[in-house]
């Protein structure tokens, strides 16, 4: 099955741009998502890239795709303090989602 | 209704019990999936229905665990002989089709601790 790696923790200062890595397993995903948590709250979509593509621009979201390493990013911009969660990466494939353990994003004022 | 909804939000059963837990997903979404998420970690796929049919039940992790949807929308999630080891948060999604060209909406989650 498919493995998604991630760091546990990033820390960012407030304004600074903050970049969270994942890397996975299963090349034959065909979409890879980026999912948000905020304590006590649901799952939130934040942005998806389709596996074609190598760049996808979202306002302040930036996804970055290697497709031959099997590494994605997403860089926020600007940082700022409601961007305080738990990011989560999940590659689609095999008609289902597969989570990372996800990265907790602290901002620094 | 607007979302995925799950009830009940929170349970607190004794270990050994029998609970059950419901998700009603998106009208008119086919694809239903549950997760569950233990402290600290992501969520974990458990199983898929596409329409009334378990399409992938690879992750219920024994045969305690049942999953239904007789009706191809409301599911219900089964556990039987509850373990201390079955607190988590389950997580209940639905989406339009399976393909992952259309975004999978999740409830707010079904909170789960056995005493």
């Known amino acids: 099955g498919e493995d998604v790696e991630q760091s546990l923790f990033l820390s960012v200062r407030e304004g600074d741009s903050s970049v969270i890595n994942c890397t996975y397993t299963?090349?034959?995903?065909?979409?890879l998502y980026w999912y948000k948590q905020e304590p006590g709250a649901g799952l939130q979509l934040l942005t998806y890239i389709f596996s074609n593509m190598d760049m996808k621009q979202d306002q302040r979201l930036t996804v970055l795709l290697n497709k031959k390493d099997k590494h994605l990013s997403l860089r926020i911009a600007d940082t700022q303090t409601g961007d305080s969660a738990i990011y989560f990466c999940a590659p689609f494939g095999n008609e289902k989602l597969t989570f990372g353990t996800g990265t907790r994003l602290t901002i620094i004022p | 209704g607007a979302g995925v909804s799950q009830t009940p939000s929170n349970k607190v059963t004794e270990k050994g019990k029998y609970v059950e837990l419901r998700c009603d997903p998106i009208?008119?979404?086919?694809?239903l999936y549950w997760y569950r998420q233990s402290l600290g970690q992501g969520p974990e796929f458990l199983i898929y229905?596409?329409?009334?049919?378990?399409?992938?039940d690879s992750g219920l992790p024994n045969d305690r665990f049942f999953a239904v949807r007789p009706e191809g929308s409301v599911s219900t999630l089964k556990i039987q002989r509850t373990e201390r080891g079955d607190s988590a948060v389950y997580l209940c999604?639905?989406?339009?089709?399976?393909?992952?060209?259309?975004?999978?909406?999740f409830g707010q989650g079904t909170r789960l601790t056995v005493v």
């Open positions: 009208s008119g979404h086919t694809a």
């Open positions: 999604a639905s989406s339009l089709t399976p393909t992952g060209n259309t975004e999978a909406f």
């Open positions: 229905f596409q329409g009334t049919g378990a399409a992938d």
């Open positions: 299963d090349s034959s995903s065909t979409y």
